[in-house]
Nanobody, 122 residues
Framework: QVQLVESGGGLVQAGDSLRLSCAAS????????MGWFRRTPVKEREFVAAISWAGSNTVYADSVKGRFTISRDNAKITVYLQMSSLKPEDTAVYYC???????????????WGQGIQVTVSS
């Protein structure tokens, strides 16, 4: 069993940066690929970014490519999502999740955090 807890969310202005963290406990995170997803009023679970267990492979949604960076520190059992040049449309509840590979499809992810709110004002 893996427990995931997100942190770092909040209210920011358009153009600002924010870093989300996802801390894992229960089992080692190093054997799992990790993904970030977000939920908006119109999209239940939108893919944002994913990273392989070794950190050598990263995947991004087109909407965040060039603005967001996913990374991981397996020694700290933590995954990060650095968000820059934030836009109001990035407003969402952000979730981290664990899977065997860095999938875009949320149905392949086994473990999920509880989610954290990010609000970007214009």
């Amino acid at each position: 069993q893996v427990q995931l807890v997100e942190s770092g969310g909040g209210l920011v202005q358009a153009g600002d940066s924010l870093r989300l963290s996802c801390a894992a406990s229960g089992r080692t995170l190093s054997s799992y690929a990790m993904g970030w997803f977000r939920r908006t009023p119109v999209k239940e679970r939108e893919f944002v970014a994913a990273i392989s267990w070794a950190g050598s492979n990263t995947v991004y949604a087109d909407s965040v490519k060039g603005r967001f960076t996913i990374s991981r520190d397996n020694a700290k059992i933590t995954v990060y999502l650095q968000m820059s040049s934030l836009k109001p449309e990035d407003t969402a509840v952000y979730y981290c999740a664990a899977a065997s590979n860095p999938y875009r499809d949320p149905t392949w992810y086994t473990y999920w955090g509880q989610g954290i709110q990010v609000t970007v004002s214009s």
